[in-house]
């Protein structure tokens, strides 16, 4: 009998932890250091450096490098090892009922791809969501220089539950992210706090479903020139006859017609103060290309 647990640990385990150890070295952390994040010997996080390990098929490794990704994100930004542990288990269950289903079937020799949704029923959460919304939001609110970057209608940081059909799938900043006494702040992140950003992601799970998470930031001239330095994929709206409905249908439009970028930017229209939206599979992907940015500007 081998349940999805197993094939868990058997199969994917030692590739993820193998691309973790990897992504964490090129960070700048110690193999000691990794092996203690990792909870494995020195000797193994070596072994997968040096690419000792199975590989596994390209439909499951290009699975697996997200989420090493993701996690890496994680251990490098601080996070407690309780919230990484219940992020990952959390991502174990939904990649079990998508993308890994398949071969998870193979795995196990069965047939009824409606099992692996049965199994997990329920255990998706809206919990993971504010979660990691939270801890990139944390991240954020101590990054002094992110204070340039906020707009005069204020930032606000968002995160769709996949596939979101409603405002209230998609978590996002009460009051917007905001200065008070110099500093950033935001009230935690609650579900259905922000209607056009909540709009934008839904659209974008149309055009783009990988695409759950975004923050807006301000335009000028000189974060158009960062966003070059930092080779970071953006396109431009110009139309300045519009509203707000119509700036998330050419969001829309605009990833249909390119495939997937990091950000938009928006010119600004009638009513419409000009600002970018950074885009990223989850809220850790777009702390990153905020970093990027911030360390290109001059």
Not at 185 to 207: C, D, N, Q, V, Y
Request: aromatic fraction near 8%; proline fraction near 4%; include cysteine.
């Amino acid at each position: 009998m081998r349940t999805p647990c197993l094939f868990w640990a058997e199969v994917v385990s030692p590739s993820l932890r193998a691309k973790i150890a990897k992504n964490l070295y090129e960070r700048g952390f110690t193999q000691s250091q990794i092996a203690e994040k990792l909870g494995i010997t020195q000797a193994m996080v070596s072994k997968y450096l040096a690419g000792k390990y199975k590989p596994l098929n390209e439909k499951v490794e290009a699975a697996i490098e997200g989420l090493a990704g993701e996690i890496s994100n994680m251990i490098a930004y601080g996070a407690p090892e309780e919230e990484v542990v219940k992020y990952t288990s959390r991502r174990f269950f939904d990649m079990i009922q998508g993308e890994l289903c398949e071969e998870y079937l193979k795995y196990a020799n069965l047939k009824d791809p409606s099992l692996c949704s049965e199994i997990f029923r329920g255990m998706a959460s809206k919990v993971e969501i504010l979660d990691v919304l939270n801890l990139a939001l944390g991240e954020l609110l101590k990054d002094e220089r992110f204070l340039n970057l906020i707009p005069e209608i204020r930032s606000n940081f968002a995160y769709a539950l996949p596939n979101p059909k409603g405002v209230e799938d998609v978590a996002a900043i009460p009051g917007r992210i905001t200065r008070v006494k110099g500093k950033a702040f935001a009230l935690p992140p609650e579900f259905g706090a922000s209607e056009h950003m909540a709009k934008i992601l839904i659209e974008l799970s149309k055009k783009a479903s990988e695409i759950r998470s975004v923050i807006n930031i301000k335009f000028d001239e000189s974060i158009e020139g960062a966003l070059k330095r930092a080779e970071l994929r953006f396109e431009v709206i110009e139309e300045k006859n519009r509203d707000e409905d119509r700036t998330v249908k050419l969001i829309g439009n605009i990833f249909e017609e390119h495939g997937e970028l990091d950000a938009v930017v928006d010119r600004g229209a009638f009513g419409i103060e000009p600002c970018v939206y950074i885009f990223g599979k989850n809220p850790l992907e777009v702390l990153d290309k905020i970093k990027t940015l911030e360390s290109c500007m001059s």
